[in-house]
């Protein structure tokens, strides 16, 4: 009903960047929120950051003031501009949809890993 494609990992060192992207397709009505979660090895999956269809943004604290959200409603594309990455930044990176097809539901792309190393 909605796919999910994401782009953009990758292997960067400390205090460098990367820019992840994910579209959206299918029989989509409307979107009312898009985001990032990631998991790291031996941790849960948390959230990043989610942008609304208002485009109010939250962040989780350890990335703020070093990662953007941002989405291009006509393309149905959320984006993270992620910069000063950390180590501890490594993880598998998830987007999330919340999206009206016939109903509302999570949807979630197949991952995209980040590594941060030098």
């Known amino acids: 009903q909605v796919q999910l494609v994401e782009s953009g990992g990758g292997l960067v060192q400390p205090g460098g960047s990367l820019r992840l992207s994910c579209a959206a397709s299918?029989?989509?009505?409307?979107?009312?929120?898009m985001g990032w979660y990631r998991q790291a090895p031996g941790k849960q999956r948390e959230l990043v950051a989610r942008?609304?269809?208002?485009?109010?943004?939250d962040y989780t604290d350890s990335v703020k003031g070093r990662f953007t959200i941002s989405r291009d409603n006509a393309k149905n594309t959320v984006y993270l501009q992620m910069n000063s990455l950390k180590p501890e930044d490594t993880a598998v990176y998830y987007c999330?949809?919340?999206?009206?097809?016939?109903?509302?539901?999570?949807?979630w792309g197949q991952g995209t890993q980040v590594t941060v190393s030098s």
């Open positions: 999330n949809v919340i999206a009206t097809v016939s109903y509302t539901g999570s949807y």
């Open positions: 299918g029989s989509i009505k409307r979107i009312s929120a």
């Open positions: 942008i609304r269809s208002e485009s109010s943004t």
